[in-house]
């Protein structure tokens, strides 16, 4: 039998993350590639009890189908605990934010339709952005942000204007950098000048070192701007629960693009979710990850400033999430360099994968969250051996 697939169907491509995930297996890998939360944060002592209080108080509900909008109280916990004035009825919970990049693409792109990200951007997105067949541009970006004046340069006219520029402003993934108050504000104002949408995803914003990250983009203009957030970095990734907050004349083709994917996010994670976090259970727990994630990537820094003396590699210094960003001598390339690597037991992903356009293939992304120090020290010495080795002689 020859199945004929949709056209979209043939844009669709593998993650390179989950197929570079597919070689950690391999025994003895020390893998620095994945996005994966520690383990160690997982709160499993919380969720079981509260897993027991919501079976015990109205199992029957929790089981059972429930409205595609959401948990009430999860809804109104969700718009309490973030810094603007957000209607429960703008909050709509998704299963973990990468559905709702699905949804906002389903609702807002057509064929062609011109959309703006960072260099470089979120894979995902891209990912969950190509079934619609969108032109996606990439606009010039620096330590702060994306550069204003590239944004405005890119926005095109007439029918081929950008639908919306999507953002990841706090600790971003990949690089790890975070966007300025000001260039923050400067572009949040552009945009509006232009009337064009801005999509903020933060999914990181609450992983901060020192200092928490500058206002929100949403917050600056409610109106003009989606917001995603996701609780997979601040409690478990496996519970697949996130949230977008949209305005609300956005809001019901939202919701009905929800109905037709899945219906609703399962009850019993929301309700879980819901009864953890209600008594103010993320101020005490997010601060142990963040104190965990700053020794880890002070260690990952560490480790690069000793074994990459003299080799001309660079890297970012975030000030939180979850990414150091890496960029590799002149004449070299990250994806050649991955299987050589790999053969000294260590894994990264290849940056290029994380361009819209034109990729730098020097360019690679590095994890710090979920080895050990032990194991990242051994690891930095295995790419530093690596990356020698590759060097021209």
Not at 8 to 21: F, Q, T
Not at 248 to 263: C, G, I, S, W
């Amino acid at each position: 039998m020859q199945w004929k697939l949709a056209a979209r169907a043939e844009k669709m491509n593998p993650s390179v993350i989950r197929e570079i995930l597919k070689v950690t297996e391999k025994p003895g890998i020390i893998s620095l590639a994945g996005g994966l939360p520690s383990p160690k944060t997982f709160p499993i002592e919380a969720f079981a009890e509260a897993s027991s209080r919501v079976l015990n108080d109205n199992g029957a509900a929790a089981l059972q189908y429930a409205a595609s909008e959401g948990y009430g109280p999860l809804r109104q916990s969700i718009a309490d605990m973030l810094p603007w004035d957000i209607d429960p009825d703008q909050v709509l919970i998704t299963t973990g934010s990468q559905q709702a990049l699905d949804l906002i693409g389903k609702v807002l792109i057509d064929t062609g339709s011109r959309i703006l990200v960072e260099t470089p951007t979120y894979l995902g997105a891209l990912q969950a952005f190509s079934p619609m067949e969108p032109n996606v541009v990439s606009v010039a970006s620096d330590e702060d942000g994306p550069i204003v004046e590239d944004f405005v340069r890119k926005v095109g006219t007439g029918a081929d204007k950008a639908r919306f520029m999507y953002l990841l402003p706090n600790f971003q993934n990949p690089t790890g950098r975070t966007m300025t108050d000001a260039r923050r504000q400067e572009l949040v104002d552009k945009a509006a000048e232009l009337n064009v949408p801005l999509v903020e995803d933060n999914p990181y914003g609450d992983l901060w070192f020192d200092n928490a990250p500058p206002k929100p983009i949403t917050a600056r203009n409610p109106e003009g701007c989606l917001y995603m957030g996701s609780f997979s970095k601040v409690l478990a990734p496996g519970l697949r629960l996130g949230y977008v907050i949209a305005p609300k004349n956005v809001y019901p083709k939202l919701l009905q693009a929800k109905q037709a994917a899945d219906l609703h996010t399962p009850s019993f994670n929301q309700r879980m979710v819901s009864e953890v976090i209600k008594d103010g259970f993320l101020d005490r727990h997010v601060p142990m990850i963040r104190a965990l994630y700053k020794k880890q990537c002070e260690a990952m820094i560490a480790a690069l400033t000793k074994e990459m003396q003299g080799m001309d590699v660079t890297w970012s210094h975030p000030a939180g999430g979850m990414f150091l960003w890496v960029r590799l001598p002149e004449g070299l390339s990250s994806i050649d360099l991955l299987p050589k690597a790999v053969e000294r037991n260590v894994a990264f992903v290849p940056g290029a994968a994380f361009y819209a356009e034109t990729p730098d293939v020097r360019t690679l992304r590095l994890s710090f969250v979920t080895a050990s120090e032990q194991d990242i020290a051994t690891a930095i010495a295995a790419l530093a051996a690596t990356i020698r080795e590759a060097l021209p002689r």
